[in-house]
Structures are given as structure tokens and as C-alpha cells.
């Protein structure tokens, strides 16, 4: 079956502008949670959607912000964007979230500058 | 709160040589526990995992324990490869109100000698 797919791959956007991230999860998997990958800070959870409704929520600025659809897929946006929010930017799925496991896409990564 | 904590790198190794990565958690009940891997550009992808107190997760040649009364899930391979060089990240599933997150380490770069 097809796996986590994340859509764009690169991205370079200037400080100020916003972006917007796409994930299409496995079929079937309802549960989407977002990481950002950094050197400095490792992996950070940024939220995790199951059924279109946001369950939980990391500790980032309301600058970021995501949605799930009906189909499961998902978008993370960032607006006003800063230089630290280059960084690599991980979606995972799995079915539901309760512990069962979590498959991620390649990620996309994004550069501003 | 939930954290996990893994001995970080990088660690080098010749080919056919003995691996141990630490990880260490901090959690009440039995979370589940995982190890990624994450290969250069890539994702991550799931290596192994154990779900409850002393299950044992393979997977390629690598084995962790889930130990409770050390809180403890070391990753080990009796014998590395060159395609084994990738970075390694311990992790804790999150439960109730933190249902559906992951807990990471910090991830240990391996490298290997051939």
C-alpha cells in the first residue's frame, strides 16, 4: 500500500510569508501528527489530528497551525515566517494513535531565507 | 511529564561489531516504547517496538528490551553493517491526554566502517 506522502518536498520561502504543507496519511489511518526536525532541537511535536479534530498540541506560537480533512489528509500552515522555522517538517499517520505505529512520509524541507 | 532520554553520539563502528544504543524513559504506567531509524534525507522508519513490560522487539538484526524496573529499552545488534550507518531515535508513545504523540530522544548517529 502507499505510504505517507508529503507534498512539497523543498521549500524556500523569505522571511515574513506564510506556508502551507501537505500530508496524505496511509489509507485508512485517521490519526495525522506533525514533528519539526531541527539540529539544535531534535524532534518537536507540533500537533497531532485524529477525525479533523486536533487532540493534542505542542508547545509552538499560534503561528502554526493545522487541519485535517474528512479524507484524513492534512496541512500544517506557518505565517509570518522566521528563520528559525527552517527546519524539516515530518508527518507521521497510523490508525488511530493509541500507541499502535506511527509511519512518516520523507518530510519536506524548508529553507527561509 | 513523558521524556525519553538516549545516549547521544555519534558512535563509530567497524563492520561485524557489537552495537548498544542507551535509552532510558521517564513515564508512569507502561507507554509503548519504539526505535526509529532515520537514513539521510529520508523519513523516519519504525525499527522496532515493544508495547508492555519485558516484550522483546526484533526487527533486521536488532533486538530492545522493554525494562520496567530500570525504565530502560537499550537497542543492540550483534553485528553491524555499513547499511546499518543511520541515526537511531528512541521513543515513547504518549497516552490519555497526550494520545497520539511521540516522545524522542535527542537520536544517535551511527556510523560504520567497512
Known amino acids: 500500500k502507499a505510504g505517507v506522502t508529503q507534498t512539497p518536498r523543498y521549500l524556500i520561502k523569505t522571511r515574513g510569508q506564510q506556508v502551507t504543507l501537505s500530508c496524505s496519511p496511509i489509507s485508512g489511518h485517521r490519526s495525522v501528527s506533525w514533528y519539526q526536525q531541527t539540529p539544535g532541537q531534535g524532534l518537536q511535536f507540533l500537533f497531532e489530528y485524529f477525525s479533523e479534530t486536533q487532540r493534542n498540541k505542542g508547545n509552538f506560537p499560534g503561528r502554526f497551525s493545522g487541519r485535517q480533512f474528512s479524507n484524513s489528509r492534512s496541512e500544517m500552515n506557518v505565517s509570518t515566517l522566521e528563520l528559525g522555522d527552517s527546519a524539516l517538517y515530518l508527518c507521521?499517520?497510523?490508525?488511530?494513535?493509541?500507541?499502535?505505529?506511527?509511519?512518516f512520509g520523507q518530510g519536506t524541507r524548508l529553507t527561509v531565507v | 511529564g513523558d521524556s525519553v532520554t538516549q545516549m547521544e553520539g555519534p558512535v563509530t563502528l567497524s563492520e561485524e561489531a557489537f552495537l548498544t544504543i542507551n535509552c532510558t524513559y521517564t513515564a508512569t504506567g507502561y507507554p509503548s516504547l519504539f526505535w526509529y531509524v532515520q537514513y539521510p534525507g529520508e523519513g523516519l522508519q519504525l525499527l522496532l517496538k515493544a508495547t508492555k513490560a519485558d516484550d522483546k522487539g526484533s526487527n533486521k538484526g536488532f533486538e530492545a528490551t522493554y525494562r520496567k524496573e530500570t525504565t530502560s529499552f537499550h537497542l543492540e545488534k550483534g553485528s553491524v553493517q555499513v547499511s546499518d550507518s543511520a541515526v537511531y531515535f528512541c521513543a515513547l508513545g504518549g497516552r490519555g491526554s497526550t494520545l497520539g504523540r511521540l516522545y524522542f530522544g535527542r537520536g544517535t548517529q551511527l556510523t560504520v566502517w567497512p
Open positions: 507521521a499517520s497510523s490508525l488511530n494513535g493509541m500507541n499502535t505505529e506511527a509511519f
